[in-house]
């Protein structure tokens, strides 16, 4: 029975061991070693005469704002377990993560490293414009691009004063923080987190969520289709020609600018109280509530 005990504690011991050897070699591998230290690194476009710009890594925060000349700078770093690879060819800048198969690529401390990415961009208009992350925030400032495509797995995002035909974006889960946002199209998916959108002007609006809540203030469109599962949604000083509101559970305020004389209004409604009532004209205007559960209560800034 002794021996049994001295073996199960000699066996803690090694494995206790055995952790302290690991942390204590990636801990110093990362900060102090020199196996792993981290490297800045600037790429420079002059005179550009870039039209596409991809960007696609892991899990980096990705920082884009406005260039103070005319040149296209990306800085970041690099060490053995984080390289990038930059192509730029064809009137195309391409900014990726290297694929890596080895475990010892892994950086399990990740936090010691600084992983962000920052792009500087001219006052130029882009034809395509991709930004893609699995994990880490996005904070754009300031672009103009005929294309824009904003994806990622989870992290906020945070867009300011964007200027694009087109404008998609997706996510699973992370808020989002929308401002200044001018567009033809503009198209949202998420699956959880919550919305922010203040000063949005675009021919068509789509957005799609699951769950979280959906803030908007000073929304112009011709016609807007929102579609969620739960959560509350507030739509502040939407001026807009057509609405088509799906919802299974959450309450849905704000205030729309006109009269509702204006407007025709159908709701279909299983539960929950309901300001608005229906309304027949002649007009083109038209509302429409479709939901499960949940208030409606809207008003009319005439």
Do not use: H, W
């Amino acid at each position: 029975m002794n021996n049994k005990k001295l073996f199960i504690i000699s066996g803690i011991l090694c494995l206790f061991g055995l952790i302290i050897m690991g942390v204590t070699y990636y801990t110093t591998d990362v900060k102090y070693g020199n196996n792993n230290k981290n490297e800045f690194k600037e790429y420079i476009v002059e005179n550009n005469e870039i039209k596409n710009l991809i960007i696609s890594v892991v899990d980096e925060d990705i920082i884009i704002k406005k260039s103070t000349d005319n040149n296209i700078r990306i800085k970041y770093y690099e060490n053995k377990k984080r390289k990038y690879n930059i192509v730029n060819e064809s009137n195309s800048l391409t900014f990726e993560r290297k694929n890596t198969n080895s475990i010892f690529n892994i950086e399990l401390i990740p936090y010691l490293n600084d992983d962000s990415i920052t792009v500087e961009l001219p006052t130029i208009e882009f034809e395509k414009y991709k930004i893609k992350t699995i994990s880490g925030d996005i904070e754009i400032y300031s672009f103009k691009t005929d294309s824009a495509e904003i994806t990622s797995t989870s992290g906020e995002i945070s867009i300011n004063n964007i200027d694009s035909n087109s404008l998609n974006i997706s996510t699973t889960s992370g808020d989002m923080d929308l401002g200044q946002v001018i567009t033809n199209n503009f198209n949202l998916k998420t699956t959880s987190g919550d919305i922010d959108i203040i000063n949005l002007e675009s021919e068509n609006v789509d957005i799609n969520t699951v769950s979280g809540e959906l803030e908007t203030s000073s929304i112009k469109t011709n016609k807007c289709n929102i579609k969620t599962t739960s959560g509350d949604t507030n739509l502040e000083n939407i001026m807009i020609d057509n609405l088509n509101f799906n919802s299974v559970s959450g309450n849905i305020s704000g205030t729309i600018s006109g009269k509702r004389q204006d407007y025709n209004i159908e709701i279909s409604q299983v539960s929950g109280e309901n300001n608005l009532g229906e309304n027949s004209t002649t007009n083109n205007k038209f509302i429409k509530f479709r939901t499960t559960s949940g208030d409606i209560n809207m008003k009319f800034n005439e």
